[in-house]
């Protein structure tokens, strides 16, 4: 069964910390590159940071030194730790494979975990 699920979303202040899991079914989680992505309103989607299945990184330079990407190859699941939060990080966060993983010609997403930053 495919199944992606976010979780660990939540209302923080500027400047706060949140760490975002996602626990991916195997079919999507093993075949290498995972990533989380973000879609605040009335913007596209767009990938803030990577790993690949050896660990290595890649960060959009927006959350770059903020924010990490970590996985847990036995239990597929990846990580999001989030530092320094900024109102403009307030979005809906969602992982996939990257590029996102496809079912029946349509990219499968999971129900994605909100993330507000206020005061």
């Known amino acids: 069964q495919v199944q992606l699920v976010e979780s660990g979303g939540g209302l923080v202040q500027p400047g706060g910390s949140l760490r975002l899991s996602c626990a991916a079914s195997g079919s999507i989680f093993r075949t290498g590159v995972m990533g989380w992505y973000r879609q605040a309103p009335g913007k596209q989607r767009e990938l803030v940071a990577r790993?690949?299945?050896?660990?290595?990184?890649t960060y959009a330079d927006s959350i770059k030194g903020r924010f990490t990407i970590s996985r847990d190859n036995a239990k597929n699941t990846v990580y999001l730790q989030m530092n320094s939060l900024k109102p403009e990080d307030t979005a809906v966060y969602y992982c996939n494979r990257v590029p996102p993983y496809v079912s029946r010609g349509e990219a499968y997403w999971g129900q994605g975990t909100q993330v507000t930053v206020s005061s």
């Open positions: 790993i690949s299945g050896g660990g290595s990184t």
